[in-house]
């Protein structure tokens, strides 16, 4: 229970959440009534307007995967490498071990939507007011809708943390969820579609259709794989997905474009569109249900360093208190928090499409698309400003960095610091001018609808696992050279922290203060194709009225990936670094330098979950209607089945994971197509460590009507 203590007690990352927006396409499938008729009189404009009020809930069916919380944020084990506490020092060889096996997560930064949710604990109880009007005159139109929620759980939230001052940690047991969370899962109203539409005579044959505003324009064809797909335009909003009873058609966010289409020909047309704003996609707040990344979304401002070992520290108080492992308060006054800066949002300039259709009678009545974009990224890249210099850089010996550093931190006013790391800061940024070369069909096998497309990007920024642009961001902080000192080793850079971004695969030196990217860019091609089939009562053996059936597969494809010795591609769940580990293991992997374990600031190896080459995935729904099975109430169970079959896709989007299962079963009614409502149930399956999702399973329920 979110305000309340709880029965139990990675950076990871899983941006989008995964498959929220199918879910709510298994809800969206009930008519409902067509929007209320305006009499406007002689006018000459025509209109109509509608109102649809829907309440709902969700319930956590699942208890808590200790191995999805990090060591630290299990009972009893918040204080184990608190050695000022009563605990051990988990830097050495043995005090390593003995964390490691300990039960949880190595990762600290993505627990906290699972400490905030028990079993059976409400995760939303939302109401959702979806208003919308409508107007013509002639060949102009007006489209006006809305969206406004409450969410009576997630408004006024008090987040719970385990690791907190009662047990010596460095914050208090409960806080309130930051504001910028609330607006997005609390409350909040948002204009949706709000453009005018219209047709221009071009000649006596032909007329230019426009619309100008903010709308949701459609060209792909896939349903459910959108992220890698021509279907991007307009980025997903997750959170409104993960609201009970949520709207297939509130879910894509309209954007502010011009768009133009025109035929030549009775077969042939083209189109073409200019957006004037960028729009990014919606990110899950940190500690809501479905958030897999604490530093990511609304309310995230910071990351812990140090493989969970260290407590969570969001004011960055240990190094300042002296509760540094070992001797090591002796020589600094470093935190293990890395504080988020400014995020950098795309530029709004030069976005803009070109496509042309072809209608072929010759191929069964197959419709043709090519395509050309140029967009800037919907989805965030997790970057960092480098750390700042190690007063120790250049030193040779123990005598040169005494000199250097004044004697380090413990020496008042002349003391320096030899290894700054709480000074570097992650920040989130947005890739911009990526070009998309597309081509598409549409035709049918008998009474089969099948559709495909293919997407290829020369230049597609994909996310280099965070870990190591967080290595490469610390090089500044360690001395270029390991020095011995009487008390304590201060590691060099390669023996500390050895990135393969910079150092090794760029071969670039990263220095004090700037700007480490967390991509890089590289071709891919990402294929799709849908059955869509719909049947009538003589087309199926369950006595139903309809029956509809959609599948959907797809394939994502990076070329030329370097090797994981080269450098590592972020996958969703990968909690340490691909060097070799203070257990010993990823020697061979590793590029660091000779060094004795002791030296390594990685818990251990990582040496899986990380970005395949070609990824492949299902997403199907099934569907039923019983009509009148009571007078005017029709019955819709519905089946959503989605399997990731090979290999992970890598970040941003993260499509595929290897292994993952989702199984949606439903049930909805419909009374008039006025008033309707479900009850749905969801499971996470499969994935292993990398499903970030695998103990969020839930029960949510849905009611509603249309004015």
């Known amino acids: 229970m979110g305000n309340q203590q709880r029965s139990q007690q990675r950076p990871r990352m899983a941006l989008l959440g995964g498959t929220s927006w199918i879910v709510?396409?298994?809800?969206?499938?009930?008519?409902?009534?067509?929007?209320?008729?305006?009499?406007?009189?002689?006018?000459?404009?025509?209109?109509?307007?509608?109102?649809?009020?829907?309440?709902?809930?969700?319930?956590?069916?699942?208890?808590?995967?200790?191995?999805?919380?990090?060591?630290?944020?299990?009972?009893?084990?918040?204080?184990?490498?608190?050695?000022?506490?009563?605990?051990?020092?988990?830097?050495?060889?043995?005090?390593?071990?003995?964390?490691?096996?300990?039960?949880?997560?190595?990762?600290?930064?993505?627990?906290?939507?699972?400490?905030?949710?028990?079993?059976?604990?409400?995760v939303n109880g939302a109401l959702k007011l979806s208003p919308r009007l409508q107007l013509t005159y002639g060949e102009f139109g007006l489209d006006l809708s809305g969206l406004y929620f409450y969410d009576a759980i997630n408004s006024g939230f008090d987040e719970y943390h385990p690791n907190n001052s009662s047990n010596n940690g460095f914050q208090p047991e409960h806080t309130r969820r930051a504001k910028s969370a609330e607006k997005d899962i609390g409350s909040n109203f948002e204009l949706l579609n709000a453009y005018v539409s219209g047709a221009i005579p071009l000649n006596e044959d032909h007329n230019i259709r426009f619309k100008v505003g903010n709308f949701v324009l459609n060209q792909g064809q896939s349903s459910f794989l959108v992220l890698n797909s021509l279907n991007i335009i307009n980025p997903p909003d997750v959170n409104v997905a993960n609201l009970p009873g949520a709207d297939l058609k509130e879910i894509f966010k309209p954007v502010p474009l011009i768009a133009l289409d025109t035929s030549l020909t009775e077969n042939f047309s083209l189109q073409g569109f200019y957006q004037f704003k960028w729009v990014g996609a919606p990110l899950i707040p940190q500690g809501s249900y479905f958030s897999t990344s604490d530093p990511v979304g609304a309310g995230g401002t910071y990351a812990q360093i140090g493989n969970g070992k260290n407590r969570e520290d969001p004011m960055d108080r240990v190094g300042k208190e002296g509760r540094l492992p070992g001797v090591a308060s002796l020589l600094s006054k470093a935190g293990r928090t890395n504080n988020r800066a400014p995020d950098q949002d795309a530029r709004d300039s030069g976005q803009y499409g070109l496509s042309a259709s072809y209608f072929a009678h010759e191929l069964n009545d197959t419709t043709l698309g090519i395509y050309y974009r140029n967009l800037h990224s919907r989805l965030p890249i997790f970057s960092f400003h480098a750390a700042q210099k190690s007063c120790a850089s250049d030193a040779t010996n123990a005598v040169d960095a005494l000199a250097a550093c004044g004697g380090f931190t413990s020496v008042p006013v002349t003391g320096l610091e030899p290894t700054p790391v709480d000074t570097a800061r992650y920040f989130l940024e947005y890739p911009e001018d990526i070009h998309s070369f597309g081509f598409n069909f549409t035709t049918s096998l008998g009474s089969v609808a099948w559709s495909g497309e293919v997407v290829y990007r020369p230049n597609q920024p994909l996310q280099v696992d965070p870990v190591d642009v967080g290595f490469a961001a610390l090089q500044p902080a360690f001395p270029k050279q390991t020095i011995s000192l009487a008390v304590q080793d201060i590691p060099g850079q390669r023996v500390a922290v050895p990135d393969y971004l910079y150092t090794t695969y760029l071969k670039q030196v990263v220095e004090p203060g700037q700007t480490v990217h967390g991509f890089i860019r590289r071709k891919t091609l990402a294929y799709q194709t849908s059955f869509l089939y719909s049947g009538g009562a003589s087309d199926n053996p369950f006595g139903a009225t309809s029956i509809t059936a959609l599948v959907e597969l797809g394939a994502y494809q990076v070329l030329n990936l370097p090797s994981l010795n080269e450098l590592q591609l972020a996958g969703p769940g990968t909690a340490t670094h691909h060097s070799a580990g203070i257990d010993g293991t990823g020697i061979a992997n590793s590029q660091q330098q000779a060094s004795s374990a002791a030296g390594r600031q990685n818990a251990t190896s990582q040496t899986n979950g990380y970005a395949d080459s070609l990824s492949i995935g299902m997403r199907s729904l099934f569907a039923l209607e019983y009509n009148d099975v009571f007078e005017g109430i029709k019955l819709i169970p519905v089946l959503g089945y989605f399997h990731d079959f090979r290999g992970t896709a890598p970040l941003p989007s993260g499509e595929f994971i290897s292994g993952r299962k989702q199984v949606v079963l439903q049930l909805q009614f419909n009374y008039f197509d006025r008033f309707f409502g479900g009850v749905t149930n969801t499971f996470y399956l499969g994935g292993r460590e990398f499903n970030l999702l695998r103990d969020r399973g839930n029960v949510s329920a849905f009611i509603g009507f249309q004015l």
């Not at 506490?85 to 949880?104: D, E, Q, R």
């Open 24 to 122: 709510a396409a298994v809800a969206a499938l009930p008519c409902v009534a067509s929007a209320a008729v305006l009499d406007l009189g002689d006018s000459g404009f025509t209109g109509s307007a509608d109102l649809m009020v829907t309440a709902g809930a969700r319930v956590r069916t699942q208890s808590r995967d200790s191995d999805q919380i990090a060591k630290t944020n299990l009972p009893g084990q918040q204080g184990f490498c608190d050695d000022k506490n009563g605990g051990i020092s988990c830097v050495t060889v043995a005090g390593n071990a003995a964390f490691l096996a300990l039960p949880g997560s190595l990762a600290i930064n993505a627990d906290n939507g699972d400490l905030n949710y028990d079993k059976g604990d409400l």
